[in-house]
């Protein structure tokens, strides 16, 4: 192993789920929390100012679109990846998560197509509270695109050496996640109008 | 050292193929609602094909279907307290006058709100 | 798999002490640092409360308290003997310690997230001090943080100690969010052969469930610190009720928060105070399991109560009447929590040590903040003394019992396993009286000042002249000196442990005769704890079981 010796504690598996899983679901479960709280404060005030309907409007529908696509696909790539590292293959899963992360990237510059346009026309991070929102949550999940992206690429450099392949299915259930935030982000922002 | 662990049992992987299919699917009938222009059709297509796509995704991709049950448990407890959050606060937020009162703070919002 | 150590833990002094990945480095890092924090908290308190009950006194080792110096210590002070004292030290420093030896393993399961876990807790804290040296001074806007006035710099007058305030917060968060996610997965995961789940030690159980409770209530607060920090960054509106954003939001975002936070920090001492008080009256725990279930419905309770803080916030009544309802039912499972542990006193052979006498006095001060609770939580009661001392006293009658008495109770049981040597027993109990006796003395005088209106939040209360009797002033003259009195008998405390931990007795593995595994490993346990891994066969209370001839019988004891 790397420098750090792995205690015993790591080795053990009361519970029969892998510790590294078990964590990647906990940390899931605390920001289930996290985006929970940011979308239910925009909910309760969208549902308050009904007139946001205007400034949502303004919103690019087929970017939204695309986007979902995207990450739909990557997910289709990153869970191809774990099948690859249960079957033990490294390279294969090391050129899947590339796929992955190519997805995430295609993603990234879609936002920032989307943000570059938004903030031409002046629309910017504090004009209204919906576009407050808009930034704040679309940000936030980018921040783990992102993330998942950085990580996902050490997890592949060590996939390709066939090291540590049980990590391949955490970074994939993580991205997962990041999927699904995605999956409500859209029609929140983007269809309903 | 990975051998010594109690590794994943090696479950039976589905057509992941199909399933990014049927995401797709569905993500363009939730793109293509709006456009009939009926407001409740839009919700349904909108929010309930996402409860849809989010727990095919969870069930497949994420190997829900044959994960152990309290992986679930974890989830649905974080969800269930953010309805709870949701619903709690909602009288608060949502409503700024009852029988016998209002909200001082929140009387000037709905005269100007700022549009732009 | 055979679990046997044949690795070397060899390393150097810096990477042992200051970037170790060990459980036990990591758990000393936090107390150290929690005690600083603590100490620079208390240093706080006497600051104002010298201004409160001697205005405009140069108070020795300050100076002249200003407006704005009293409030940035007084919000201060709250945040950091939450957030930096009681968390740090009874979550992440006995968590850190305890949880691997009392399961039976050598680490956490993530030895490097734990270790990230306390830089990131190490970076919150530089924040936080960076905050007070910024142009306009530290943020003053209270421990709760409402906006308007901590969103915006015109009312708050701290445009830069506001954010840096928050943005220390928020480390924190991610601190106790990493280590609260490698406990959970070491109680889950990792424990010995043989340990099932009524075999785990209460203080494990407790300080495992205070994480779980500190991650699923902490997140909606993550989300509007970041939207507080654009609020006040950028200009965004999100709580600016003039332009479509709600301030009521921030408290609910708080609060849902804030309350099951007070069980996040009450659990871990409750659960030490059961471990010792086990250990020192020779008896079983009385009903293990409707324990763990009382607390389960606490846990659970606890996130339906939080509106009870914004009774005269303006929010919809027929939600304070629902509020009052749950803040009324928890007191039920705290209470038959509080009876467990009298019955497990009931008939025991009780000795008094240090500890024991800590845990009692938790146990009995716990009480008296609980039930004047009732009184806040009724709505109807709480008009008349929300936001008046009586709050202040009530608080302080939970968290000084849990932050300050639960470290106590910690630290002197748990000192021979930390350090191999034993505190003097002498010192120990001045050092209890020393402080219990003014602790009282300072918080029943804020009782009565709360029921004679004062008000909390007030610089000088010569300016109101109903407040501005003799009579209020002996009582806040009495609470300030016993303050002082209290924070004096501390030095017996840190000279007891100083001089312990050079000239203390040896202590033997297991000095207190006691049960659990931890006493099973040598004092103080090297790098990977035991010298073979234990295994379980029995639940962590069996004193004075018939039949034998010693009157306790360790988990690990083959029979
Ligand atoms: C049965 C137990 C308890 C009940 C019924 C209770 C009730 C209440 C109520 C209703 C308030 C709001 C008062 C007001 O602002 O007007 C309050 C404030 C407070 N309580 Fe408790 N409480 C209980 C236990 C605890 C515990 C265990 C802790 C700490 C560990 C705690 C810490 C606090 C704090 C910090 C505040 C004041 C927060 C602030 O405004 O700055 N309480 N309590
Ligand atoms: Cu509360």
Redesign the pocket.
Known sequence: MSSCTIPIANTRSVTGIRTAKLATWWIIGSEIVIFGGLLVSYLLLRLHNLDWAHDAAHTNTWAGAFNTFVLLTSSYFVVLAHQAAEERNGAQAYRYLWYTIGGGLVFMLVKAYEYGTKIHHGITLSSGVFWSFYYTATGLHGCHVLAGMIIMAFVAHAAKKGENLHRVECIGIYWHFVDVVWIFLFPLLYIAK | MSDSHPTSQAHPHPNYFKIWGTLVILLIVSVLGPLIGIPLLTLMTAFGIAVVKALMVAAYFMHLNVEKKIIWYILLICLTLMFLFFFVIAPDIMNHEGTNWHSIGSAVKNSDVVHH | MSESHSAHYNEGLIKKYLFSTDHKIIGMQYLFTGIFMGLTGAFMVYVFRMQLAFPGIHVPGFGLVSQAAYNALVTNH?AIM?FWF?MPVLIAAFGNFLIPLMIGCDDMVFPRINRLSYQIFFLSVIVLFASFLVPGGGFGG???AYPPLSAKAEYNLTPMGAPLWLIAVALEFVAFLLGGINFITTLMNARAKGMKMYDVPMVIWMIVIASLLFMASVGPLIAGAIMLLFDQFIGTSFYDAAKGGDPMLWQHLFWFF??P???V??LPPLGMAVEVITTFSRKKLFGYKTFLHSVYITGILSFV?WA?????AGIDPRMANLF?IT??I??VP??EICFLVMATLYGGSISFTTPMLFALGFIIE?II??????????SGT?IF????Y???A???Y??VP?AVIGFFIGIYYWFPKMFGRMMDERLGKIHFWGTIIPFNLIFIPLFFLGMYGEH?RIYNYQHFPELNTPGLYFLRELATVSTVVMLAFQTVFFYNFVRSLWKGKKAERNPWKANTLEWVAPSPPPHGNFEKMPEVYRGPYEYGVPGRSTDFWPQNEPN
């Open positions: 709250g939450i009681a209270a421990w709760t804030g309350h936070e007070v069980y920090v009450l109560v009870h803080h914004q009774f005269v009052a803040t009324l928890i007191s705290i209470a716990f903040g609980g039930v004047t609770g009732i009184f806040l939580g009724a709480d003394f929300h936001d008046t009586f709050v202040v009530h608080f302080h939970t968290f849990i909390r």
